[in-house]
C-alpha cells in the first residue's frame, strides 16, 4: 500500500472537537484521515505542505448561505473556500430551486437576496432541469462543486411548486387536503435523499420580484401555522432541522417557533433554528432576553433550539436605496416597488412622499431592525466628491435640511453611484465576545452568495478566530481557540448531522491551514471583485489571503498560497453532496445518481 497521497507536517492541530491542540504530523489517503502522529511521516510520493507556525484544523462550515443560483453558474464557490469554508449550505429562509419553475424560482429569490434578475433568470432556464428533490440531488451528483454542499427544501419552493405562484401568495386562499398531503410527500422525499430539512420565513418585508406578483411576500408567509405544525411532525419523527425565521420587526412569533423546539419530556424535541442573536443598535437589550430564553427552553423544557450568530460586526453598504432595510416600513416598500429609475425618482421627489418617509424614520418606537439614523451612515462614493466621508446627517444639519431630504436628494440626484455604508449591530465588542459564546446559538448566517454588493461575511470564520486570537495576545482570553474552532467546525457538522467538521482517524479530509499571522486587520476590511459568470458584476468580497495558506477538500489541495488548482471548480473529485444524517467518519452516500443508488 502507498504510505499517503496528502502529508501536512509540523502545524497546530485541531481535531475540531474542542480537545486540546498539539503539534501534529498528518497523513491523508484517498481523502480521509489516514494517520495523526507525533512523529514524521514518510512523504515519499504525497503532497506536502509544511504548517510550521500555522494551525492546522478542520474545513470550516457555512451553514446559512443563498448559492443556490451561483452554484448553478460557478459551482467552485471561490469566495467561501478562499476563505477555509469546505462544507455549505443552499435553500435557507424558505427560498430553494429544487421543486418549482425556473420563473417562479427567480421571482422567490432575486429581490430577497439582491441579485439582479437579469443574471439569475436566464441562467436558471438554461440549467434547471428538474422539479423535485430527487431530481436536485441528482443534479449535484453530477457537478464539479468546489466545496461540499448539503440544502434544505425551501417552503416556498414547496408551497409555490404545490399551489402555484398566485394562490400561494393569496392571504385569502388555504391549500387543500390533497396539496397538504402533496407538500407532505414531497418532503418525505426530500428528507429520503438526505436533504437537511425544512426552510421557512415569516418576516413579511421579503419580497417577490418580477411583474407578476410584484411586492408580494413570500409565499411561505402567507401560510396558517398549522401548516407549519404538520410539516413540523414530519420534521420531528425524522429528527430533521426546521431553520426559519421569525418576524424579525414584531418578533411576537418567536414564541411559535419556540414551543414547536419543545419536548416538554413528552415529545421528541424538534431541531430548530433561526436568524438571528445579534446586538442590534436599535434595541441593545434584545439579544441577552432571547438568548436567555433559549437556554431556558433547552434547559429546562426539553427544546433543541439555536439562534445563528455571526460572530462580526455586521456592516451593510448600499448602492442608492436599494437596501433590505427599507423594506420594513412603508415609504421604503413604496420606493422599491418601483423597478424604474425615472418613476421611482418623481415618487422621491414627491413632497407627500417625503412627509411619509420622514414620519416612519422618525417613529423611534416602531418594531425596526435598522436603527433608522442618518447620522450614522457614511457615504463611501459618489461623483459628487465633496460629499464622501460624511454622513446624511451631517450634511442635513449643515444645509439646514431633514436627514431624509438630504439622503433623497442624493439619491435622487446619483441614483446608484451613490454608495454609504453602516453598521446595524454587533458593534460592540465586549457584547459580541458574549454571543459568539451562547451555547443557544451556533456560529452561522454569512448570507454567502446573496446581497452581494451589501455586504460580505464570506471569511466570518477568520473574524471569529481574529476575535479569540486578539483576546488571547492582549492578555483577556474569553475562550479558548480550542473552542473556538469547534464552535466552527465540529459543533456544527455534529447538530446537523453530516459527514464534516472533524479530522480524526478515519474522517473526511477536508481541512484548512491558518496562518494566525495573517489575522489582522486586513481580514475585516472592504473589497470588491466581478463575477465573472454574471457578465463581471461586482460584488462585495473579503481580501486577506494570508490568513489561509491552504484548503484541502476530500484530501485534495483546493487553494494554496492564493492561488486555485487548475481544475477546481471544472472538475469532479472535490466536494460531494453530503446527506444529512450521515455521522463524521462514516462515510457519504456514494456519488452514484439516486436512481441508481436507490
Not at 76 to 98: Q, W
Not at 326 to 344: K, N, P, T, V, W
Request: proline share 5%; aromatic share 8%; hydrophobic share 40%.
Amino acid at each position: 500500500m502507498r504510505n499517503f497521497d496528502l502529508v501536512i507536517k509540523n502545524g497546530r492541530y485541531f481535531d475540531g472537537s474542542g480537545g486540546p491542540s498539539a503539534r501534529k504530523h498528518v497523513g491523508v489517503r484517498d481523502g480521509r484521515i489516514a494517520a495523526v502522529s507525533d512523529l514524521p511521516l514518510p512523504e515519499a510520493g504525497a503532497q506536502v505542505i509544511d504548517a510550521e507556525g500555522q494551525w492546522l484544523m478542520p474545513g470550516f462550515l457555512d451553514t446559512h448561505t443563498h448559492y443556490d443560483a451561483e452554484m448553478l453558474a460557478a459551482p467552485g464557490l471561490k469566495e467561501s473556500v478562499r476563505h477555509g469554508v469546505t462544507t455549505v449550505t443552499f435553500g435557507s429562509c424558505s427560498i430553494g430551486m429544487v421543486c418549482s419553475e425556473p420563473e417562479d424560482c427567480s421571482d422567490m429569490f432575486t429581490r430577497v437576496e439582491s441579485i439582479p434578475r437579469e443574471h439569475v433568470l436566464p441562467l436558471l432556464k438554461r440549467t434547471k432541469t428538474w422539479n423535485s428533490p430527487r431530481g436536485y440531488v441528482e443534479h449535484l451528483q453530477t457537478m464539479p462543486l468546489g466545496p461540499n454542499v448539503t440544502a434544505y427544501l425551501g417552503h416556498s419552493d414547496l408551497r409555490v411548486a404545490t399551489m402555484g405562484l398566485h394562490r400561494a401568495v393569496d392571504s385569502q386562499a388555504r391549500p387543500s387536503e390533497a396539496e397538504l398531503r402533496k407538500m407532505e410527500q414531497v418532503l418525505e422525499e426530500a428528507l429520503d435523499v438526505g436533504l437537511l430539512g425544512l426552510s421557512t420565513m415569516t418576516t413579511k418585508w421579503d419580497k417577490l420580484d418580477g411583474e407578476r406578483e410584484r411586492s408580494k411576500s413570500l409565499p411561505t408567509t402567507y401560510a396558517r401555522w398549522s401548516e407549519y405544525t404538520r410539516l413540523n411532525r414530519i420534521l420531528r419523527r425524522r429528527g430533521r432541522i426546521h431553520q426559519g425565521a421569525p418576524d424579525i420587526v414584531t418578533k411576537v412569533n418567536m414564541f411559535a417557533f419556540l414551543w414547536e423546539s419543545l419536548g416538554l419530556y413528552v415529545r421528541k424535541p424538534l431541531k430548530t433554528t433561526l436568524i438571528t442573536l445579534m446586538d442590534v443598535k436599535s434595541n441593545g437589550l434584545l439579544h441577552r432576553v432571547v438568548g436567555r430564553l433559549a437556554h431556558f427552553c433547552n434547559r429546562a423544557l426539553r427544546g433543541n433550539f439555536r439562534w445563528q450568530a455571526l460572530p462580526c460586526p455586521f456592516e451593510v453598504y448600499a448602492d442608492g436605496i436599494d437596501l433590505v432595510i427599507f423594506e420594513e416600513f412603508g415609504a421604503g416598500e413604496q420606493a422599491l416597488h418601483l423597478s424604474d429609475e425615472i418613476e421611482r425618482n418623481a415618487l422621491m421627489q414627491d413632497e407627500r412622499y417625503r412627509r411619509a418617509f420622514r414620519k416612519n424614520y422618525e417613529s423611534k418606537f416602531s418594531p425596526r431592525v435598522w436603527h433608522r439614523d442618518f447620522h450614522d451612515a457614511k457615504i463611501v462614493d459618489c461623483p459628487d466628491r465633496s460629499v464622501i466621508g460624511q454622513s446624511f446627517g451631517a450634511l442635513a444639519d449643515a444645509k439646514g435640511i431633514h436627514p431624509v431630504d438630504a439622503f433623497l436628494d442624493l439619491v435622487v440626484a446619483h441614483g446608484k453611484k451613490l454608495r454609504w455604508k453602516t453598521t446595524i449591530g454587533n458593534h460592540r465588542k465586549q457584547r459580541l465576545k458574549a454571543i459568539v459564546r451562547d451555547q443557544g446559538a451556533i456560529i452561522s448566517f454569512s448570507d454567502a452568495g446573496a446581497h452581494i454588493r451589501n455586504m460580505a461575511f464570506y471569511n466570518f470564520s477568520l473574524q471569529m478566530l481574529k476575535l479569540v486570537y486578539d483576546a488571547e495576545r492582549e492578555g483577556r482570553p474569553f475562550m479558548p481557540l480550542e473552542k473556538a474552532v469547534w464552535r466552527l467546525t465540529g459543533e456544527l457538522a455534529d447538530w446537523f448531522e453530516i459527514d464534516a467538521g472533524h479530522i480524526r482517524l478515519g474522517d473526511r479530509a477536508d481541512l484548512v491551514v491558518i496562518n494566525p499571522e495573517g489575522l489582522d486587520a486586513s481580514v475585516l476590511a472592504y473589497a470588491e471583485a466581478p463575477i465573472p459568470e454574471f457578465n463581471g458584476l461586482a460584488r462585495m468580497v473579503n481580501r486577506n489571503d494570508r490568513a489561509v495558506s491552504a484548503t484541502v477538500i476530500n484530501g485534495r489541495i483546493a487553494y494554496r498560497h492564493g492561488e486555485f488548482a487548475a481544475d477546481f471548480g471544472r472538475a469532479a473529485g472535490y466536494g460531494q453532496f453530503l446527506p444529512a444524517g450521515v455521522p463524521a467518519g462514516a462515510g457519504s452516500a456514494p456519488r452514484l445518481p439516486l436512481a441508481q443508488a436507490a
